[in-house]
């Protein structure tokens, strides 16, 4: 069973930033860290949760990252799979950024989600 441990989150004031780590275990021979893709989503209050950026499972071209619109050119999602281990650098941070972030893990077979770290973007 594969389980996800988000760390990281806070109060940061605006303009500052903030990097999440998700750090990923049990994990198998043939059902690998990299195999999976790696997301972060976000819920703020009263609001759905929604995709804030996502990196694909490694392939021989590398890894591919996609960002939300709202987040471009501030976030940045990256992967370290020797430490099992996603990340989102977080910079420019802005009171609408706040909100729980949670990290998910996705295959074809698999969906697995993190418990989720709180963000809050405040002066």
């Known amino acids: 069973q594969v389980q996800l441990v988000e760390s990281g989150g806070g109060l940061v004031q605006p303009g500052g930033s903030l990097r999440l780590s998700c750090a990923a275990s049990?994990?198998?021979?043939?059902?690998?860290?990299?195999?999976?893709?790696m997301s972060w989503y976000r819920q703020a209050p009263g609001k759905e949760r929604e995709l804030v950026a996502a990196i694909t499972a490694v392939t021989l071209m590398g890894a591919v990252a996609n960002y939300a619109d709202s987040v471009k050119g501030r976030f940045t999602i990256s992967r370290d799979n020797a430490k099992n281990t996603v990340y989102l650098q977080m910079n420019s941070l802005k009171p609408e950024d706040t909100a729980v972030y949670y990290c998910?893990?996705?295959?074809?077979?698999?969906?697995?989600w993190g418990q989720g770290t709180q963000v809050t973007v405040s002066s």
């Open positions: 049990g994990f198998t021979i043939t059902n690998t860290f990299s195999r999976y893709a």
């Open positions: 998910n893990a996705k295959t074809f077979a698999y969906n697995y």
